[in-house]
């Protein structure tokens, strides 16, 4: 077992359906469920599937997405095939649906859904019914999909299900989202309750950075009897932000948070474009850094959802989600740098071979965040925690 062994006093539950990574979102797509494919290889190769316990997910059924979602935007999902794309007739509710270019009708389109949605409801089943203390879906964590639309490559919002879920025993669940786009979604989906204490954080440029939405002052619904008011906590955040500082700044937002609101569980939505290198991303964070975020939560010992998101660059999407896999199991120390030479897919880490490339020196992006804006965020984000309180 390569000396990987389960974790002490806890246990860590794996949920994942390989049905799902054969899912193309067509040519020159971003997505690639296929990265699910290379982070299961190298999570086996270092044998870190003997430190958990595995669950073959199965596809949600469709009164269950539809505790969400609107029941006609399922039933057009379960449908509709890519030929209506073409279809005359189709067109006025396709556009309404948000269908096209991000989120474009593929073969099995209904089976993905249900399957990555299955897998988190099934990990947070398995949370509320004390059956594992952390819950790993690296399918999920798809922010964007909202009641009734698809948005930014996401058709069923997977996170919202697996909250709703946790809310059956927990009074208070609190969402993190490091994927390097706004969480808009999960965020809208709860923006009137103070059941559940949204935190994102994102790049943010209102016109040029998707979704645009996200900023500093939207923090819930401006009536201050209404009780989601300040349960939304968003950190904008500008190009090139490198380990150091969004360590930093995590650690004081997500640390303020926990102190003031207390969750029962946490839902982390690990995007792995925060990484530098990331086809759409325009962060400088390395492998190690991204990690030392979900090391963070996991401190805190409350139940944890631990779900994956956006991610561009296969070979790191899989590099990150496999080393946060190994901190989820406590053998991070235990996992060679050196990428092992019985992987599948071993030639797609070349030429270094390495877990833990310089992905901050690859392609440096320009760091605009000055100390003294990322001071001046965690300053307004405890002042919301103040309001908060109540
Ligand atoms: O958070 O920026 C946009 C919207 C557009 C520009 C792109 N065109 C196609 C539509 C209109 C304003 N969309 C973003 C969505 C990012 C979603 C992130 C999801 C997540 O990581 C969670 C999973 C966007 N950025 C880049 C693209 N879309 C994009 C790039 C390349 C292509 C190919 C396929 C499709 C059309 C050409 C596409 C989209
Ligand atoms: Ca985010
Ligand atoms: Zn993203």
Redesign the pocket.
């Known amino acids: 077992h390569n000396g990987i062994t389960r974790p002490k006093g806890y246990r860590v539950s794996w949920h994942a359906n390989p049905a799902v990574e054969p899912h193309h ?2 040519q ?4 690639k469920p296929w990265r699910l494919t290379l982070t299961k290889q190298l999570v086996m190769a270092y044998g870190m599937h003997y430190a958990m316990d595995l669950y073959l997910t199965r596809a949600a059924t469709f009164e269950e997405m539809a505790e969400f979602h609107k029941e006609d935007y399922l039933e057009f999902l379960r449908q509709v095939v890519p030929a209506d794309m073409e279809a005359p007739e189709q067109s006025d509710r396709i556009a309404s649906y948000n269908i ?3 989120c ?1 009708i593929f073969d099995g389109l209904y089976n993905y859904c249900s399957l990555y949605a299955g897998g988190t409801i099934d990990a947070a089943r398995k949370l509320v019914n004390n059956q594992s203390e952390i819950a790993i879906n690296w399918s999920g ?4 999909a909202k009641k009734a639309e698809a948005s ?3 058709y069923v919002n997977d996170i919202v299900l697996g909250i709703l879920q946790l809310l059956r025993h927990h009074p208070r669940v609190m969402y993190i989202d490091i ?3 706004h969480g808009d979604g999960v965020e809208q989906a709860f923006w009137s309750t103070d059941r559940v204490l949204t935190v994102s954080f994102h790049k943010y440029d209102k016109d040029n ?3 645009g939405t996200g900023a500093l002052d939207s923090t819930g619904p401006a009536h201050p009897l209404n009780p989601g008011a300040h349960h939304a906590i968003n950190v904008p955040l500008n190009d090139g932000i490198e380990d150091a500082d969004y360590l930093q700044l995590f650690k004081e937002v997500v640390g303020s948070c926990v102190e003031t609101y207390r969750p029962g569980a946490i839902v982390l939505q690990c ?1 792995a ?1 925060s990484l530098g290198c990331d086809r ?1 991303g325009c962060f400088n964070l390395n492998v190690t850094g991204h990690g030392s975020c979900v090391e963070y939560v996991k401190t805190f010992g409350i139940p944890l959802l631990v779900v994956g ?4 660059t296969p070979r790191n999407v899989s590099r990150a989600w496999a080393h946060e896999t190994s901190i989820l199991i406590d053998a991070a120390d235990k996992i060679d740098p050196n990428i092992p030479e019985t992987v599948a897919f071993r030639n797609h880490f070349g030429p270094d071979y390495s877990l833990f490339p310089p992905l901050s020196e690859m392609r440096r992006i320009e760091n605009k965040n000055s100390k003294a804006y990322l001071a001046s965020v965690v300053a307004a984000v405890k002042e919301q925690l103040r309001y908060m309180k109540g």
Do not use: E, I, N, T
């Open positions: 979102f067509g020159s797509h971003p997505m096209g270019d991000d474009p964590g798809l922010h964007h930014g490559f996401c994927d390097v786009h950075f998707f979704p995007g474009d759409l998101g956006g991610g561009y």
